[in-house]
């Protein structure tokens, strides 16, 4: 552990210690972005661009390195940003990424004292009135807060049904190294907002607001129980998924108190093979869950990194899944907003079908890329992207030559440096989700695919989406009927009243006119037949051939009336 670690003192800053946390933040944001600035425009402008790509890759893991020793000492908001840096394996390069993974669980723990302290003031009684016992070892030690094993006092464990609990308590003083943490990287997003390279594609202010909320939230106990709990509403009937209950006699925002689901971590293959599961097994299973957060329920863990998900072995009838995921840890939740979901969905769907223009076109719709944009090399480079590498799995990816990944990143890289785009609100969250599903999908199966757990889930999304054309066409078609049984009616109207001289007119050709109005509307509603029909069965005969065949080939006797049925035209 780096010396930095050793310094436990962090989690009550004084007033001179958060003035001196607060400079140090800016103090290591500020020198590099200006080495940042110095090598990448001003070396290239003077035609020192070989310099710069000689050096990068060390800059690169010197930043990491000194971020990490940063973020480890600091503790509080500065871990969390280590840990969205470290999941971003899209855009950032592996020297960031492979120093950063470490942050997901090295955190200096805080002593017990200071702990039982803060839970007793919470709860109101000494914890030894409030549980039975509590392990002074915490079982987890994250940027926020800890966990210690406990047991319910006898008479909480004969009314909520359970014994063993986790305690999870915050770490003293984080809402102070919270609010300091924030200003400084408002600060730094204010700076990044005056350089252009940064300010013509993100809102970086934008985006510093969105990570403030999400961990405002995160040290909120009684946001987090709330959101487990919709959490295991939204899988109630999904025997796939659990979720430990909330005890919540023993829960106030400090402190959460919560059902004991230890088990095998995801992880822990060796475990899962000793228990008679197959990792390979887990992996489609876990991708599909995380799916049906992001694209159907809406509401996502957004923190889904090994720690967090556990693999529960159940009692199973032979031939069944003998096992469960258990999720814990509610305190990153992602809502996606309906027309994001919309966007993702379409998303989805072009990248199961290797549509790089759909793709495009999809992320587009979904507010990434602002509409001023011209895309037409970016689905160029999809469609390459899809050609050469579409459908490959985590191992196959590992055999293609290096020298082609970096071509075709240089290439890439150069067309998205030229767009504008924006990120949608909880778009982080988003990435950061598939980013880590992806991460542990291959860590349990390095041969998986994730094409194969989005290709069904594409599939049934093209199926609702298919559906919900046949329902706009049904609406149509019975508008159009209505409109149908009513004109006739509205013009034998029309000509009683022109019979009976109720109605005044000076054109002694009214009568024609009305005829030929009467053909008209009947051609118009042959088109409108035909295209129904036609659509129709396009849209059905994906899955049943014969029917759908026969309602394309009725589908010409509309055309044909509104072809031919108005040529004759008396008069």
């Known amino acids: 552990m780096p010396p930095a670690a050793q310094n436990h003192d962090h989690w009550t800053p004084g007033k001179g210690a958060a003035r001196a946390r607060y400079r140090r933040i800016l103090r290591f944001a500020g020198w590099n972005l200006a080495v940042t600035w110095w090598f990448e425009l001003l070396l290239p402008r003077i035609g020192l661009a070989r310099i710069a790509e000689r050096t990068r890759s060390r800059r690169m893991q010197r930043f990491a390195e000194k971020f990490h020793v940063l973020a480890v000492d600091l503790g509080g908001l500065m871990i969390k940003v280590g840990q969205f840096l470290s999941s971003r ?68 464990a004969g009314d909520t049904g359970l014994t063993a609990a986790i305690l999870k308590v915050q770490r003293p003083g984080i809402d102070e190294i919270v609010e300091i943490d924030l200003a400084a990287l408002r600060r730094v997003g204010g700076w990044l907002s005056h350089v252009r390279l940064v300010s013509d594609r993100v809102d970086a202010p934008a985006l510093v607001e969105e990570f403030a909320a999400t961990s405002l939230e995160e040290i909120d106990y009684l946001h987090e129980a709330a959101s487990s709990e919709r959490f295991a509403a939204d899988f109630a009937d999904d025997d796939r998924v659990s979720v430990p209950a909330v005890v919540w006699e023993r829960t106030t925002r400090r402190v959460l108190t919560l059902e004991d689901v230890t088990a095998i971590k995801i992880s822990d293959t060796a475990a899962l093979l000793a228990a008679g599961i197959d990792p390979v097994e887990v992996a489609p299973v876990f991708a599909a869950v995380m799916f049906d957060q992001l694209f159907a329920n809406g509401f996502f863990h957004a923190d889904p990194h090994p720690g967090n998900i556990f693999v529960t072995p159940v009692v199973a009838a032979p031939g069944e899944r003998a096992w469960k995921l258990t ?42 890329l602002l ?201």
């Open 89 to 156: 394996l899209d855009v950032l390069p592996p020297e960031i990424t492979k120093e950063l993974e470490g942050l997901q669980d090295e955190v200096p723990p805080v002593p017990f004292d200071a702990i039982r302290a803060l839970a007793e003031k919470e709860l109101g009684v000494p914890l030894g009135g409030a549980f039975s016992s509590v392990d002074e070892v915490p079982v987890a030690a994250a940027s926020l807060g800890q966990a210690h094993r406990a047991r319910l006092a006898p008479l909480l």
């Open 327 to 368: 999720f814990i840890d509610f305190g990153m939740m992602g809502e996606v907003p309906a027309n994001t979901s919309a966007g993702l969905r379409r998303m989805l769907i072009a990248a199961a079908s290797r549509d790089g223009k759909g793709l495009v076109d999809a992320t587009r719709d979904l507010g990434v």
């Open 371 to 571: 509409p001023t944009a011209d895309t037409t090399e970016l689905e160029r480079a999809m469609t390459e992207l899809f050609a050469r590498f579409g459908g490959m799995g985590f191992a196959e990816l590992q055999k293609v030559d290096p020298r082609e990944f970096r071509a075709f990143a240089t290439q890439f890289s150069e067309v998205v440096r030229t767009l504008p785009f924006q990120l949608p609100e909880n778009f982080l969250l988003i990435i950061r989700a598939i980013s880590l599903t992806s991460g542990v999908c291959s860590a349990l199966d390095p041969a998986f695919n994730l094409w194969d757990s989005v290709e069904p889930y594409a599939a049934q999304l093209i199926r609702d989406e298919r559906g919900n054309l046949v329902q706009d066409v049904a609406q149509q078609a019975l508008s159009a009927a209505g409109l149908l049984v009513r004109l006739p009616r509205r013009l034998d109207e029309l000509a009683t009243r022109v019979d009976d001289g109720s109605l005044a007119t000076r054109s002694p050709n009214l009568e024609r006119r009305v005829a030929r109005l009467e053909r008209t509307a009947r051609r118009l509603v042959s088109i409108l037949l035909f295209g129904i029909l036609l659509i129709a069965g396009a849209v059905v005969r994906a899955d049943d051939t014969v029917f759908g065949t026969v309602l394309i080939v009725v589908s010409v006797l509309p055309l044909l009336h509104a072809l031919l049925g108005g040529r004759r035209d008396p008069g």
